[in-house]
């Protein structure tokens, strides 16, 4: 095969990944909207109703780790196939349900098959891409299509509840992913992410890290209902410690760990999974409050919210695509990481100080605009960073931990902020303020303290990330 023809089949091999990764990004937002009809026709009440969408993060969360670790033993195109059919099947059974109790299952079997997807699509995009510059334009396409999806999400899900019903939120699913198995048993290489090597796979380690993140992710979830200080929280939280302490434990002892624990001593990977995690604190706990200050206080309707974030989704994607691979080539990734993480915590300071009468334009759009260039500029240099030292047979476990990281940490910082906020608006009640105005200031000082964290993460990854190398000065892996 010429050079030309296989650079070729590369890129049109990620242009169908980044079809799978869409998909995903696009379930994680996309069912948000419909909600409120999910609930009234299958009678859901607000607790149980949670559970739609916590369903698919608890086995989604708990199982990123395993899902990438099974593609670096079984094959990352034979598993990435596997995960990508059991997320469309369990989809179609998630537009079918006419009861309560089938769709949070089946939503816990699509959030196991988007486990897999997601986590062997990044590390066989790294495999595709072992050039350095091909593999900043390759990251910076997969930003792009992470970045784009959620905005596409929302209006998307708005747009097919309001003209059909919440069922095709769902349904949508089938033949895209239909079509993208089938591009993807076309075009991915068969040999992809294949070993030569005997196949191993370390039972114990695989139950305990896995229950250890599912106790941990169920713990974080429940916590605003049943208090953070309660028996049962502080029980939980104690129960996924001592689980992962098992784990530890058997990744020392067995001969082929399912986590080889000098992975852990791996600088980069350490410090891009801590950024992640507080990067991912700040931006959900964004996401969401944002949008409940635009309904509740300024009023907006949810297709109006979904309009309002297009802005910081486009900028941030077009980012991703073309400027952050170069400011990483240029660069290296520690000074593209900081300046991004810098300007999202300077976007989130701005949301601090949102009106009881604000306006689009002059109170959401400018901390939006430096969300997007923040997240556009340094998204993928974290990736990147946290790939840089993984050797290839390593890289669905070194993905894993960083997705991993990723939702545990956008999971707890949404738990935790959106307390803060309801704290603040119980005190400033208490204290005589409005009802709105109570509101209002519960937001203002969550993302405060989301700008606070977005500034740790800046500073974690100046220090952890001064010495990493150029990338025309790393060897590829």
Same mark, same amino acid.
């Given at each position: ?7 070729r ?8 990944l ?14 948000? #909207?419909?909600?409120p ?10 607790a149980?109703?949670?559970?739609? $969408?916590?369903?698919y ?13 099974l ?18 099947l ?5 537009g079918?349900?006419a009861?309560?109790?089938f769709?949070?299952?089946a ?6 098959g988007?486990a897999?997807v ?15 510059a091909?593999?900043?334009?390759a ?10 999806g959620?905005c ?17 939120i ?6 895209f ?19 030569d090597h ?9 139950v305990?890290v896995?229950?250890?993140v ?6 974080t979830?429940?916590?605003?209902g049943?208090?953070?200080t309660? &028996? ?10 001592? $689980?992962?302490?098992?784990f530890l434990a ?8 399912? $986590? ?7 600088r980069?990977?350490?410090t ?5 995690m507080?990067?991912?604190?700040s ?31 486009v ?9 952050s691979?170069?400011? #990483? ?6 000074w593209p ?13 701005l949301?601090a ?12 759009? =400018?901390?939006?605009?430096?969300l ?10 974290m990736l990147?960073?946290a790939? &840089?030292? $993984? =050797? ?11 997705n ?5 940490g ?24 409005g ?11 969550a993302?405060a #303290?989301?700008?606070c964290i977005?500034?740790?993460a ?8 001064r ?9 590829a892996h």
């Amino acid at each position: 095969m010429s050079a030309s023809r296989q650079f070729r089949n590369r890129w049109l091999a990620l242009s169908i990944l980044c079809l799978g990764a869409l998909m995903i990004v696009l379930d994680m937002t996309i069912v948000n #909207v419909a909600l409120p009809s999910i609930r009234a026709e299958l009678h859901f009440d607000d607790a149980s109703l949670a559970w739609v $969408v916590n369903a698919y993060m608890l086995i989604f969360g708990g199982f990123l780790l395993l899902g990438g670790r099974l593609g670096d033993l079984y094959g990352q195109r034979r598993v990435f196939l596997l995960g990508l059919g059991l997320f469309t099947l369990a989809s179609l059974a998630c537009g079918l349900a006419a009861s309560r109790a089938f769709l949070v299952w089946a939503r816990g079997v699509q959030g196991l098959g988007g486990a897999v997807v997601d986590s062997v699509s990044l590390s066989l995009i790294m495999n595709l891409f072992t050039e350095t510059a091909e593999r900043a334009k390759a990251m910076g396409v997969y930003g792009f299509v992470c970045s784009g999806g959620g905005c596409i999400g929302a209006v998307l899900g708005g747009l097919l509840t309001s003209a059909l019903s919440w069922h095709w939120i769902f349904f949508v699913n089938v033949p895209f992913g239909v079509l993208v198995f089938a591009l993807c048993w076309w075009q991915l290489p068969a040999h992809a992410g294949e070993r030569d090597h005997p196949r191993h796979l370390d039972v114990g380690g695989a139950v305990t890290v896995t229950l250890a993140v599912l106790l941990a992710v169920y713990a974080t979830i429940n916590a605003n209902g049943a208090g953070w200080t309660s &028996s049962r929280t502080l029980g939980l939280f104690a129960a996924a410690a001592a $689980v992962f302490a098992v784990f530890l434990a058997i990744e020392s002892r067995t001969r082929k760990p399912l $986590v080889p624990l000098a992975m852990f001593r791996l600088r980069t990977l350490s410090t891009a999974s801590i950024c992640a995690m507080l990067w991912s604190a700040s931006l959900f706990a964004w996401f969401f409050l944002s949008a409940l200050y635009m309904q509740v206080v300024l009023g907006f309707t949810p297709m109006q919210v979904g309009i309002a974030f297009i802005p910081p989704n486009v900028i941030m994607a077009a980012f991703s695509l073309g400027l952050s691979a170069r400011l #990483v080539m240029r660069f290296g990734v520690l000074w593209p990481l900081v300046i991004g993480l810098v300007l999202a915590a300077a976007g989130l300071a701005l949301f601090a100080r949102v009106p009881l009468h604000g306006t689009l334009v002059v109170d959401i759009f =400018p901390g939006m605009i430096l969300l997007g260039v923040g997240g556009g500029i340094g998204f993928n240099p974290m990736l990147m960073a946290a790939m &840089s030292e $993984v =050797p290839h047979t390593e890289s669905g476990l070194a993905s894993g931990l960083v997705n991993t990281s990723f939702l545990l940490g956008g999971a707890l910082g949404l738990a935790v902020l959106a307390s803060l906020a309801a704290l603040r608006t119980a005190a400033l009640s208490a204290a005589g303020a409005g009802h709105l105005e109570a509101i209002a200031g519960g937001y203002r000082n969550a993302f405060a #303290v989301s700008a606070c964290i977005a500034l740790g993460a800046a500073l974690v990854g100046a220090v952890g990330l001064r010495r990493v190398a150029l990338p025309s000065q790393a060897a590829a892996h």
